[in-house]
């Protein structure tokens, strides 16, 4: 029985594990996602044409106030 039980169980993480990366890598696009809504409403139609005329820790990328990385 003990075999059969560590069977079963190696069985069943072999399943779960890629269902757990599909699962992280959703909550990871998520909460990009999310940050990303909220930079928008935080900065809406933020327009620039040099570094300067963005606030500090940002960037002017295409006429729009992007984040430094």
Do not use: H
């Not at 044409?49 to 295409?62: K, S």
């Amino acid at each position: 029985m003990k075999g059969l039980r560590n069977c079963i169980t190696a069985l069943a993480m072999g399943l779960f594990a890629p269902v757990l990366v599909w699962v992280g890598a959703g909550a990871a696009l998520y909460q990009r996602s999310k940050e990303t809504r909220l930079l928008k409403q935080a900065l809406p139609g933020m327009v620039c044409a040099l570094d300067n005329d963005c606030p500090p820790g940002y960037t002017c990328m295409g006429g729009r106030c992007v984040p430094q990385t």
